[in-house]
Nanobody
Framework: QVQLVESGGGLVQAGGSLRLSCSVSGRADSANTVGWFRQAPGKEREFVAAVRRSNGWTQYTDAVKGRVRVSTDIAKTTVYLQMNSLKPEDTAVYYC???????????????WGQGTQLTVSS
């Protein structure tokens, strides 16, 4: 079992910054990779970023490259999504999820958090 809890969402003006957090607990071998996804109303869930906790590998979707950084704390039990230069199109519910392997595929992620809302106003 893996438990993930997101926090840090809120209302942000376009151009602003926000850091989302994901607290991870449970079986480490089932959560080597932690990914961030987002879903806006009426749209499919979209991969945003991922980090492989064992070696620090990261991956980003083109939509956020240069504006977003995924990282962990020293204990690797908290995963952050630092978002800068936010745009209205970043508005979505953001989820963190865990996977055994380093992947961007939604179906490879076994455990999911409840999500946290990010709204970017223009």
């Amino acid at each position: 079992q893996v438990q993930l809890v997101e926090s840090g969402g809120g209302l942000v003006q376009a151009g602003g910054s926000l850091r989302l957090s994901c607290s991870v607990s449970g079986r480490a071998d089932s959560a080597n990779t932690v990914g961030w996804f987002r879903q806006a109303p009426g749209k499919e869930r979209e991969f945003v970023a991922a980090v492989r906790r064992s070696n620090g590998w990261t991956q980003y979707t083109d939509a956020v490259k240069g504006r977003v950084r995924v990282s962990t704390d020293i204990a690797k039990t908290t995963v952050y999504l630092q978002m800068n230069s936010l745009k209205p199109e970043d508005t979505a519910v953001y989820y963190c999820a865990s996977a055994r392997r380093f992947t961007t595929l939604t179906r490879d992620y076994d455990y999911w958090g409840q999500g946290t809302q990010l709204t970017v106003s223009s």
